[in-house]
């Protein structure tokens, strides 16, 4: 405890102690971390780790919780949350640079507002640039790689160092950052001229399209399974396997798979990890007997302990 009340003497950003995981997790699930800081510096980010790694307390950074499981046990250690307190932009013709905590849907209008196009895709992405890096998420066939120019991130040596779009290494939902211990800390996008009420059009109908799509009326974390399975050399959307194999609707305790998209597991109201877990590999268990396909998720579970993995490497199929 005393290891704790030394971080709160510190003047290292917002922290708060028995912090509910839920409330940062948009499936509203999660046990209580022992501490919680949002901080707003670098500086405060490097004092934060440096101090856990003495102290050996783990760590986890996160962004908005919109591709993350936590465990109804909680989190034993520190969240580091990079979100509103990180969240600085400037933008200098087609060049724009963002800390790593902006919402990403509020980057994009605020692009879209200076004439630029490159960030569209992103406007229904409900979470922060960072994560979105890490993930290198995006919608329509593209991915947020396309338009990076320089990543900034702190490595295992406490440097801040600069990363090439090449060095990240992207590829479809992957980049270098996941199988690293990079914190990335701020983003450069190269964007491209356009007309603004061409961009802002096509972000409206990207919105409604995703309206009519998704199940937005609960609480869930996008797509659990990765798009991109091929079954007798045919791509096969994992929500249409699972919807023809008769899934949609079906519940364990509080978690259900959407009646109206199959590939979202949705929070019904009182859902744990457990339950998400669950259904998760019951959904694995009954596409591998009927396609003899392994589907992979996206989604990354956080142990109360720190461990993170991809929610497949959670379970296995028996
Ligand atoms: C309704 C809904 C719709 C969605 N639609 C899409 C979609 O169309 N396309 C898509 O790609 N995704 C989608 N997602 C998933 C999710 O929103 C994205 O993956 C998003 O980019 C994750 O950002 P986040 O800030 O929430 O990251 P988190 O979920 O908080 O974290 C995700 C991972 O990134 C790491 N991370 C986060 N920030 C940092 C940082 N600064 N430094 C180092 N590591 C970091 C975390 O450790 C974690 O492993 C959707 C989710 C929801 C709920």
Known sequence: ??????????????????????????????????????????????????????????????????????????????????????????????????????WTPKFAKILSDSGLSGLEHTIGIPGTLGGLIFMNGGSGGKCIGNVVKKVWAIDKNYDLISLSQKECDFSYRKSVFQDSDYIICKIELECEFGEKERIKSEMRKILDNRKNKFPLNYPNCGSVFLSNPIVNDIFAPPGKLIEEAGLKGYQIGGAQISEKHANFIVNLGNATAKDVISIFQYIRKVVYQRYGLCLESEVRYVGELGSLRSLHEVGKIE
């Not at 509203?28 to 440096?50: H, K, N």
């Not at 989190?75 to 949350?81: A, E, L, V, W």
């Open 1 to 102: 405890m005393d290891k704790i009340n030394n971080l709160i003497n510190k003047n290292l950003g917002d922290i708060c102690l028995k912090e509910p995981l839920s409330k940062h997790s948009s499936w509203r699930i999660g046990g209580p971390a022992d501490v919680l800081i949002e901080p707003y510096t670098i500086e405060q980010i490097l004092e934060i780790i440096q101090y856990a790694n003495l102290m050996k307390i783990p760590t986890m950074v996160i962004g908005n919780g919109t591709n993350l499981l936590f465990s109804d046990e909680g989190f034993r250690g520190i969240i580091i949350k990079m979100g509103k307190n990180f969240s600085k932009y400037t933008i200098r013709g087609k060049k724009a640079c963002a800390e790593a905590g902006i």
